[in-house]
């Protein structure tokens, strides 16, 4: 019985930070118009994308509030005719220039490489980056509102993450963990005035910067090598002085990551093991998870079984109450709430799958994104 009011008692403290983070923390930049005076270069990278860059490019042309906006777009070694159709969508407009990726040199994987090059090739006039993925689709004024959120939080770096579209049983059980993990575990407050590295999150498919800042902070040339170039940017922020903030992006862009299971399982299982470090680290991170959320409803059956109705009483709301975190998080960030958190304890055991998955294949040197090994 002690062991189970223990359980109870940790997850009903992490629902509450997960409420306080969503509620009291969680930045929310404005939908409603407005204008920003900085001059703003957003950056595309782009690699086989011509099934899905249209909808992206099309609500980059739509971006109002934002005067001196220019759009950079890197085909990054395409074979799907990704450049032809940027081509086809953008016509003569001014504002957007298409380059020509070339190759990742030893040291850099492709994605750190790609946005590099934008940044490199961006209007030297340009104050404010704003990086976006293919699988972004942006409101009108999302680049606007980021910017001007931007410099509400005096920050050198703002993720503004995006609302995940969810179609496939896979995508309800996965993609809202993103969003529940780092509202549950991470202290908001304390990530942006902190200057410990560590203590650090971003999400590269809306992220918008404080072009100073980023090269201060050595831009994506100090995360060449990195798998998760996104957080690892944000720390690096964090070591040269700069600040560092997250927002809900739910109202600004929505984002569908991926189209497939396979295409789901692979892309956690290249970076999963980025996110934990070493094996230790990640084993003792995901039997805790299962333990939290996993094991109450089955402690909860196995108890009624047994003739403990006072155990089963007590595991059973520790299901609850996980499940009431997950409904924060989802309602926070503009995700399906109801009744995919009902699933939550099935949600983390897929979660510890893949992580075990990303360990074992990149022991094996086997991880891949895009046709480029990434270890």
Known sequence: MTAALAL?????????????????????????????ADPVAVLLPLRDEADR????????????GVPGLRIVVLDDGSTDGTADVVRSVAGDDPRVTLLTGVAPPPGWL???????????????AATALAFV????????????????????????????????????????????????????FLPLRAMERSPRPSLAAAGGQFLVVDRAGYLRAGGHAAVADKVLEDIELA?????????????DGSRLAACRMYETWPELRDGYTKSLWASF?????AAVVVTLLLLLYSAP?????????????????VTLAAYLLGVAGRLVCARATGGRAWPD???????????????GRSYHLRKRRRLSWRGRPVT
């Open 341 to 355: 958190a009902l699933a939550h304890p099935v949600s983390v055991v897929v979660l510890g799958w893949l992580t």
């Open 133 to 184: 993925d293919a699988d972004v689709v942006l409101t009108p004024y999302a680049v606007a509102a980021a910017v001007t959120e931007l410099r509400a939080a005096d920050a050198a770096l703002l993720s503004a993450y995006p609302r995940i579209v969810v179609r496939s049983v896979a995508d309800r059980l996965v993609q809202p963990l993103l969003q529940w993990l780092w509202l549950t």
């Open 277 to 281: 470090g070493h094996p230790t680290a």
């Open 297 to 313: 409803p089955l402690l909860a059956v196995a108890a009624l079984l047994a003739g403990a109705p006072a155990v089963a009483g």
């Open 8 to 36: 109870l008692l940790v997850v009903a403290a992490l629902t509450a930070h997960s409420w306080l983070n969503a509620t009291r923390w969680l930045r929310r930049p404005t939908d409603r118009p407005v204008e920003v």
């Open 53 to 64: 860059v249209t909808p992206c490019l099309r609500s980059l042309l739509a971006q109002r």
């Open 235 to 247: 720390r690096a922020v964090k070591r040269s002085g700069g600040r560092i903030a997250l927002a």
């Open 110 to 124: 492709g994605k750190p490489h790609a946005c590099w090059q934008l940044a490199s090739r961006a209007d030297p």
